[in-house]
Nanobody
Framework: QVQLVESGGGLVQPGGSLRISCAAS????????MGWYRQAPGKQRDLVAR???????NYADLVKCRFTISRDNAKNTVYLQMNSLKPEDTAVYYC???????????????WGTGTLVSVSS
């Protein structure tokens, strides 16, 4: 069983910064891509940013130059540094990882339960 646990969400004023984290635990052999998605009320879940094991990144156009994704492979943890936050960034942010639990297993898509980020004055 592999779990992703997000932390660091909360309320922040427009223009402020916040860093959220996601730690993977359980029976893990290898983690490939990790990433963050977000879902605002009444909207679909969309990609925010993702990072490969080697550190290659890609971002949604809406967050480029404001958000930075990083990871610590030794800690099985991925981070999202969010700067210049806007009210429209308000959403539940979900962590995602592509995980192998053994050398012979296929990769599995694992999701966290989400952390709420609210941007409001």
């Amino acid at each position: 069983q592999v779990q992703l646990v997000e932390s660091g969400g909360g309320l922040v004023q427009p223009g402020g910064s916040l860093r959220i984290s996601c730690a993977a635990s359980g029976s893990i052999y290898w983690i490939n891509d990790m990433g963050w998605y977000r879902q605002a009320p009444g909207k679909q879940r969309d990609l925010v940013a993702r990072i490969t094991r080697s550190g290659n990144t890609n971002y949604a156009d809406l967050v480029k130059c404001r958000f930075t994704i990083s990871r610590d492979n030794a800690k099985n943890t991925v981070y999202l540094q969010m700067n210049s936050l806007k009210p429209e960034d308000t959403a539940v942010y979900y962590c995602h990882a592509v995980v192998e639990v053994s050398p012979l297993s296929g990769a599995k898509n694992i999701w966290g339960t989400g952390t709420l980020v609210s941007v409001s004055s």
